[in-house]
Nanobody, 127 residues
Framework: QVQLVESGGGAVQAGGSLRLSCAAS????????MGWFRQAPGKEREFVAA????????YYEDSVKGRFTISRDNVKNTVYLQMNSLKPEDTAVYYC????????????????????WGQGTQVTVSS
């Protein structure tokens, strides 16, 4: 069982920044592929960013490229999402997720590949 706890959400004005953190339990964090997803009211949960086990490979949804950066610290068992130049359309609940069955140092963007999810943290961007 893997527990994921997100933090760092909040309310900011457009153009502002936030850094989300996701702390994972367990001793095998460095073997997990990690991802961030978000869900706005009335919409499906969508992919935002993913990072491979070592942190070498990253992948982003088109609308956040150049603004968001995913990173991880395998010593602290934590994955981060640095969000800059925030827009009102970034408003959503943000979830981190762990793919514990991944067998290579690759990134995964498919929601159904992830085995464990955090409880989510709210990000609200006002215009």
């Amino acid at each position: 069982q893997v527990q994921l706890v997100e933090s760092g959400g909040g309310a900011v004005q457009a153009g502002g920044s936030l850094r989300l953190s996701c702390a994972a339990s367990g001793r095998s964090f460095s073997t997990y592929g990690m991802g961030w997803f978000r869900q706005a009211p009335g919409k499906e949960r969508e992919f935002v960013a993913a990072i491979s086990r070592s942190g070498t490979n990253t992948y982003y949804e088109d609308s956040v490229k150049g603004r968001f950066t995913i990173s991880r610290d395998n010593v602290k068992n934590t994955v981060y999402l640095q969000m800059n130049s925030l827009k009102p359309e970034d408003t959503a609940v943000y979830y981190c997720a762990a793919d514990v069955n991944i067998r290579a140092d690759i990134v995964v963007a498919f929601r159904w590949s992830y085995d464990y999810w955090g409880q989510g943290t709210q990000v609200t961007v006002s215009s």
